[in-house]
């Protein structure tokens, strides 16, 4: 069988075996990682490659699918964050009620989306996202939870939203250029009209920006994200949310292509810097919420979309250092935050909590699960050495230099409250006092170790290597026709940004540092009680960590500015639709002549339309 | 071997500039509230006697760790600005790679304070950070107004390079708002009133030093000593025209003495109030040039 099938179905196959291996502890799970493994291990071979196939499906129609440079980067990402997603968190014991379930919602998300990254045409494209979209919503619901029902209600609603504009846009576009092919149409879309390039934009993008939750529409994705379960939060935020940014691709540089130049008027009334706005509101607005959270991992699933604007915004430059940085920055986020998840969960399994308000000081005991999550929020935050540092510097110096001022401030804006946030999570996590009630807490075991260890050298290897990441960013760049960026495997000399060197130099400064540190006497380490109190007195049954209400002054500065807006808005909308379906649910009233009268009344409706 | 020799040359250098700063700016404050104020090697005195304390309080590896980053990432800075003495690592890094460093060591200090469990010290990490928002984001509206009028370059040595040529070519003149804006980050940056609320003497008690003594407390005086030739360096090779090795640190000195009396005159601002300061007018002033460079 060829190799693109295999992929297509291994997927589905490790669906089926799950529900068989349903209650069977430890072979499932054996059998699980086998496949993934197996899937990572023929995509590897893939590299390079390229193949494509056509299932027939109705009439003239066929879904087409294909491996080539482009699709095999998301595929590999993909494939990599479910196999070591699957590694956490089933190597860690767990009490999940429905656990065949669990595993059969965990593959069928990852074969659709596969599917719609091999796909080439619109509708394989369309049938995927669908299938994808329905286990998203699996996905948030599966623990059952109110809150999680409704998150997931709230998804599904939204989604058929944006696909129903997805659906009429494809109607269009194949009424008027007779193809459904990417590159087909692309030649086609130069003959038409800018309002028709219009249309297809709104009507294609709505889905991928709800899907990549930028703002305005973005208000769906913390509940939905943070109330699901932590293994499937993981996925989701790693991973699941970076589909509107590969939608967002297809539009940009394959379907659009260079008629995305087309649309607009110079430098500021162009579709470009529309986008980079709706960038540029994703890059501030989530990354300034992070730090009046209270929950790691709704703090997370803010920072997810927070991220997801520096790529938007990197994908919308379309400079080659800024396509490169948008699609490494795809890859940097995936990795750091997946190590960022791994460090909450092995938290939140041992002391049955993610709320920051009532944790502290597991340094102590949790030190690797520390070690990951300080390296991976150095990531997040962008700080020189590791891996989000060089994407994020990509984006910005695209920005300066292509002249676009403000969303430059936006984005170094967004990053500084990055850092506030991360460092709220890290602090009230791990540092501060040790309650006393985890005195007795253990390390995780080390099966849940290895990957994150994995992890931390690939946040901080990319962070030093980063060439090894631009090889098949530039084949991407290549394959989608657009300028090949320049690069060498410390990072872009033409830019003059050599990762290599300034990693050599922070070794060289922390040795004469370490040095000074030797020179002084001898240092004793004394309890967390031991501290200076002002003439107070600490003990065990005084809890004085600093945690709850972290920034005050900030807050008290961000006030005015009334940052969630938009969920207020959202949150009227809804009760406005529960008020009004509340009415026409009295329609349903299970009587018969009812239904009946209605029919009629329509009928007499469309007739005198009809004679109109 | 003469690069050896030059890197440790220029790390002396820095190191003796900012010790003597660190004299005569207590000094100079002295003599305005009519003190006479210590001897000018006196933080030196202070170095030595903390490195040679025998009492040496620690809470856990991340504090050990916390002031290594934080000497370690002081000096990466200096690394990584244009200097008269040791260019080496220059050419790695542009200037938006050294705005991103010089978060590095605070972060370090950060982790180290929140090992240390004093809620005191948590509390100061809060003001530090808040501040950080107000400060770093009037400075990278100043980096970005200066890139744009070098058309995008944001190639350290390229800036200065500009400026060559005597005192008309030098960007404060060039652009007097953003050096005005620059010049109330710098303050915030060092921790001079009226942005000390997270430093200063009297509340030392809610500050990130609370747990640190002995070698520790020794550790956060060298990498003052460091920072503020790093951070009046890579103001003078912003505004200044940077310098050759005569005329670079008369010129950090005058800035540090405008800075400290300028010091002098303020009181303390509250967190929050710094940060809306922050966001008012040095942004407004930073704001008018970058207005007038993207336009012009």
Known sequence: ?612 | MNLVFNGIAYLFIAFSTGIFLMGIGRKIVARFQRRYGPPLVQPLYDILKLFTKTTNISHGYMMDVAIIMLLGGTLLGLFFFPNPWFNYFVPSADFLVLVYLLLFPSLGMAMGVGEAANPNGSIGISRALSMLVGYDFVFLVVTVGLAMAFNGDTFFPNIISAQQGGILNWNILHFPFLTIAAFLTLMGMLGKKPFEVMVAPHEIATGPMVEFGGKYMGFLFLQHSFALFLELGIFVNLFLGGGTWYSFIPKIIVVFVVLLLTNVMWSRFRTDDAVRFFWKYPLFFALIDLIRVVIV
């Not at chain 1, 209600?153 to 129903?164: A, E, F, K, N």
């Not at chain 1, 086609?188 to 993008?205: A, C, D, I």
């Open chain 1, 1 to 612: 069988m060829e190799a693109i099938k295999v992929i297509l179905i291994l997927p589905l196959i490790a669906a089926i075996f799950s529900l068989i291996l349903g209650k069977l502890k430890g072979l499932r799970e054996i059998v699980n990682m086998l496949f993934s493994g197996w899937i990572l291990s023929i995509l590897i071979q893939l590299y390079n490659k390229s193949s494509s196939i056509t299932i027939p499906f109705f009439n003239s129609f066929g879904l087409n699918f294909s491996i080539n440079n482009f699709s095999w980067f998301f595929l590999i990402l993909i494939n990599t964050v479910a196999f070591l997603t699957l590694l956490y968190f089933s190597s860690s014991e767990n009490n999940r009620k429905n656990t065949a379930f669990f595993y059969f919602v965990f593959f069928l998300k990852v074969f659709g989306m596969n599917a719609v990254v091999m796909a080439t045409d619109l509708l394989s494209f369309f049938i995927s996202w669908e299938i994808m979209s329905i286990f998203t919503y699996f996905m948030i619901v599966y623990g059952g939870k109110k809150a999680s029902m409704d998150a997931g209600r709230r998804y599904i609603v939204l989604s058929i939203l944006g696909s129903m504009f997805f659906l009429i846009g494809m109607i269009t576009i194949y009424n008027n250029t007779g193809t459904l092919d990417y590159m087909k149409l692309r030649v086609q879309l130069s003959f038409f009209s800018n309002s028709f390039l219009w249309w297809l934009v709104f009507s294609l993008g709505f889905s991928f920006i709800l899907k990549s939750a930028a703002l305005p529409l973005h208000f769906w994705l913390p509940d939905a994200y943070s109330k699901a379960e932590t293994a499937f939060t993981t996925f989701l935020i790693s991973i699941s949310a970076r589909i509107g940014i590969y939608g967002f691709i297809i539009l940009f540089y394959i379907i659009l292509g260079p008629n995305m130049d087309k649309m607009g008027y110079g430098h500021f009334f162009s579709f470009r810097y529309l986008m980079l706005w709706i960038a540029g509101l994703t890059m501030l607005v989530p990354n300034f919420l992070l730090f009046l959270e209270d929950d790691a991992k709704r703090m997370m699933s803010w920072s997810a979309i927070g991220q997801g604007g520096y790529m938007l915004a990197g994908l919308a430059i379309g400079t080659p250092l800024a396509v490169a940085g948008g699609l490494f920055h795809v890859v940097n986020h995936a990795l750091y935050i997946l190590l960022i998840l791994m460090a909450i969960y092995a938290v939140e399994k041992k002391t049955g909590t993610t709320n920051l308000n009532e944790l502290g000081g597991l340094i102590k005991k949790m030190p690797i699960s520390f070690l990951g999550m300080l390296i991976a929020i150095i990531g997040l935050a962008g700080i020189p050495p590791m891996n989000g540092f060089v994407s994020k510097w990509m984006i910005y110096k695209s920005l300066i230099s292509e002249k676009y001022p403000i969303i430059a401030l936006m984005a170094f804006l967004g990053t500084i409250g990055t850092i506030l946030g991360v460092y709220k999570m890290i602090h009230n996590i791990y540092l501060g006092q040790l309650r006393e009630e985890h005195e007795n807490i253990k390390m995780s075991p080390s099966l849940m170790q290895i990957p994150m260890i994995v992890l931390m050298i690939f946040v901080w290897g990319l962070g030093v290597f980063p060439g090894i990441a631009f090889k098949p960013i530039v084949d991407v760049q290549r394959f989608l026709g657009l300028p090949l960026l320049k690069y060498n495997l410390g990072g872009i000399p033409f830019e003059h940004l050599n990762m290599i060197d300034i990693n050599n130099a922070m070794l060289l400064a922390l040795v004469i540092a370490f040095i000074f540190f030797l020179l002084g006497g001898k240092r004793i380490h004394v309890s967390q009680y031991n501290n200076y109190a002002a003439g107070h007195f600490l003990d065990k049954n005084i809890p004085f960590n600093y945690n709850y209400n972290f920034y005050p002054s900030m807050e008290r500065v961000i006030k005015p500015f009334n940052l969630r807006l938009i969920n207020y808005l959202v949150r009227d909308i809804e009760d406005w639709f529960k008020i009004l379906s509340g009415i026409i649910r009295h329609f349903y009233s299970g009587h018969l002549n009812w239904y009946v009268l209605s029919i009629f009344a329509c009928l007499v409706i469309l007739l005198i339309g009809g004679m109109l």
